[in-house]
C-alpha cells in the first residue's frame, strides 16, 4: 500500500507580480490563496524578496491573518526578513538563496560555505516554533550541512532536472533524477523531512511524487500559468490528480 501523496503548497508569488505590472489591488494575492486552499491546496507559500518584485510585507500580514492552512515564508538568511518573519510567525520558513539580478531563484543555498550563518538563522527561527527548511541542491554533502545546521527539513532543488526534462535532454534528465532520489533517501536516513520544488509540472510532479520521502512540493509559476487557461481550481484539481498517480505507483525503497 503506497503512503499518501505528498502535500501541495502553491506559491502564489505570481498573482501579486501581476498585480504589481498595473499597480493597484488586482489581483489579490490574498484572494488566490484562499481559492487555492478551497480548491485544495495544503498550504501557501510566498516569497518576500528584499526588492519587493512580488509579494510584500502587507501581503504577508494579511496571509498569515485571514488563511486556513499553513503559511510558508520563504525568506533569504537576512536580518531584516528574520524580523519580518519573527514578527508574522508563520507555519515554516524555507531559507532561500537570493540575488536581485536573477529572475526567479537560481539553485540551491550554499549551505557548505554559508554554514555558519544559517545556523543562528536556523536556531531563532527554530527557538520561535516556526519549522525551517533549506532549499538546497540535491547532494549529499548539503544534506549532511542541513542536518548540522539543525534544520528539521529541506526542500531539494528540482529546476536542473525539470529543466533537463522540458529540453528533452534524457541522459541528463535520469541523472538529476537519480541524484533527487539519492538526496531524498539520505534526507529521510538522517532524520531530515524532504520536500521538492522548482519548475515543477503536472508530468514532473507525477515523477517526483513517486519518491515515498518527498512529502511535500511547493509549486508556484506552472500554476498560476495554468490558471490563466483553466482556472485556479481546475489546475490544482488536475495538480492533485497527478501526485496521488505518481504516488501510487511508488515502489517501496
Not at 528540482?158 to 539520505?186: D, I, S, Y
Not at 536516513?189 to 515543477?200: D, P, S
Not at 515523477?207 to 490544482?236: R, Y
Request: glycine content about 10%; charged content about 20%.
Amino acid at each position: 500500500m503506497s503512503a499518501p501523496a505528498p502535500r501541495l503548497g502553491v506559491n502564489i508569488d505570481h498573482v501579486a507580480t501581476l498585480r504589481n505590472a498595473r499597480g493597484g489591488g488586482a489581483p489579490d494575492p490574498l484572494r488566490a490563496a484562499q481559492m487555492a486552499i478551497e480548491a485544495g491546496a495544503d498550504g501557501i507559500t510566498a516569497h518576500l524578496r528584499e526588492d519587493r518584485r512580488h509579494i510584500r510585507d502587507d501581503d504577508m500580514a494579511r496571509l498569515k491573518a485571514h488563511i486556513a492552512k499553513p503559511l510558508n515564508f520563504e525568506m533569504a538568511a537576512t536580518g531584516e526578513m528574520l524580523d519580518i518573519a519573527l514578527q508574522t510567525r508563520p507555519h515554516a520558513a524555507c531559507l532561500v538563496p537570493e540575488r536581485r539580478e536573477e529572475r526567479t531563484t537560481e539553485g540551491g543555498l550554499d549551505v557548505i560555505g554559508g554554514h555558519d550563518h544559517l545556523k543562528p538563522f536556523t536556531a531563532e527561527l527554530s527557538r520561535a516554533g516556526i519549522v525551517v527548511a533549506l532549499f538546497i541542491e540535491p547532494e549529499g554533502d548539503a544534506i549532511e550541512a542541513a542536518r548540522s545546521i539543525g534544520a528539521p527539513a529541506v526542500e531539494l532543488h528540482t529546476g536542473a532536472w525539470c529543466n533537463a526534462v522540458a529540453g528533452g535532454h534524457h541522459a541528463q534528465a535520469e541523472a538529476e533524477f537519480a541524484r533527487l532520489k539519492a538526496a531524498a533517501a539520505m534526507g529521510v536516513a538522517v532524520g531530515i523531512e524532504c520536500h521538492a520544488g522548482h519548475g515543477l509540472d503536472y508530468e514532473t510532479a507525477r515523477q517526483i511524487a513517486a519518491l515515498p520521502q518527498i512529502v511535500e512540493l511547493n509549486i508556484g509559476h506552472f500554476l498560476i500559468a495554468e490558471a490563466i487557461f483553466v482556472g485556479l481550481e481546475a489546475a490544482i484539481h488536475k495538480m492533485h490528480a497527478a501526485m496521488a498517480a505518481g504516488r501510487a505507483g511508488a515502489l517501496v525503497l
